[in-house]
C-alpha cells in the first residue's frame, strides 16, 4: 500500500487512486483558501489542486498539460494537478501558497514592499 505524506501526515491509500480523492478522503484538501469552494471538482480545468508531487505516478493526462499551459501555472514547473494525477507507490505531496498553488519559489503573489525598498517586481520605491 503506497503512502502519501502531505502536511505532515501519512496517508495510506490504494496504487491507482486518485492523489486528489486519497487527499479528500483523509480530511485534506490539495486547494488553498476559497479554491477549496471554487474549483472544478475534479474536472482538470481549473487548475487550482496543484500541487508538488515527488514519488512514482501516472504520467501528466492531455487535460492536464492543457491547463498547466495557461496562467498563472507555467508548464515546466512540475507541479500535477492532484485531480489528474494518479498513486503509484509512495509519495511526497507540497501545496504551495496562492490561490492556484503555483508560488513554488515561495513567491505568495502580494506585491508587498521587500526590505531594500523596492517592491517584489524589484521598483525602486518612491521616497515622498
Given at each position: 500500500m503506497p503512502?502519501?505524506?502531505?502536511r505532515?501526515?501519512e496517508?495510506?491509500?490504494d496504487r491507482?487512486?486518485?492523489?486528489r480523492?486519497?487527499?479528500?478522503?483523509a480530511?485534506e484538501?490539495?486547494?488553498?483558501?476559497?479554491s477549496s469552494?471554487?474549483?472544478c471538482?475534479?474536472?482538470g480545468?481549473?487548475g487550482?489542486?496543484?500541487v508538488?508531487?515527488?514519488g512514482?505516478?501516472?504520467?501528466r493526462?492531455k487535460?492536464?498539460?492543457r491547463?498547466?499551459?495557461?496562467?498563472?501555472?507555467?508548464?515546466?514547473?512540475g507541479?500535477?494537478?492532484?485531480?489528474?494525477?494518479?498513486?503509484?507507490g509512495d509519495?511526497?505531496?507540497?501545496?504551495y501558497?496562492?490561490?492556484?498553488?503555483?508560488?513554488?519559489?515561495?513567491?505568495?503573489g502580494?506585491?508587498?514592499e521587500e526590505?531594500?525598498?523596492?517592491?517584489a517586481?524589484?521598483t525602486?520605491?518612491?521616497?515622498?
Amino acid at each position: 500500500m503506497p503512502t502519501v505524506h502531505f502536511r505532515g501526515r501519512e496517508i495510506e491509500c490504494d496504487r491507482g487512486d486518485v492523489l486528489r480523492d486519497v487527499l479528500r478522503a483523509a480530511g485534506e484538501s490539495p486547494h488553498n483558501g476559497h479554491s477549496s469552494w471554487f474549483n472544478c471538482r475534479g474536472g482538470g480545468s481549473c487548475g487550482t489542486c496543484a500541487v508538488e508531487v515527488r514519488g512514482p505516478v501516472t504520467y501528466r493526462t492531455k487535460k492536464e498539460r492543457r491547463r498547466l499551459r495557461f496562467p498563472p501555472h507555467d508548464p515546466d514547473s512540475g507541479l500535477r494537478l492532484a485531480c489528474q494525477t494518479v498513486v503509484l507507490g509512495d509519495l511526497w505531496v507540497e501545496k504551495y501558497p496562492g490561490f492556484w498553488g503555483q508560488h513554488a519559489d515561495g513567491d505568495d503573489g502580494d506585491e508587498t514592499e521587500e526590505r531594500d525598498g523596492s517592491d517584489a517586481l524589484g521598483t525602486p520605491k518612491r521616497a515622498d
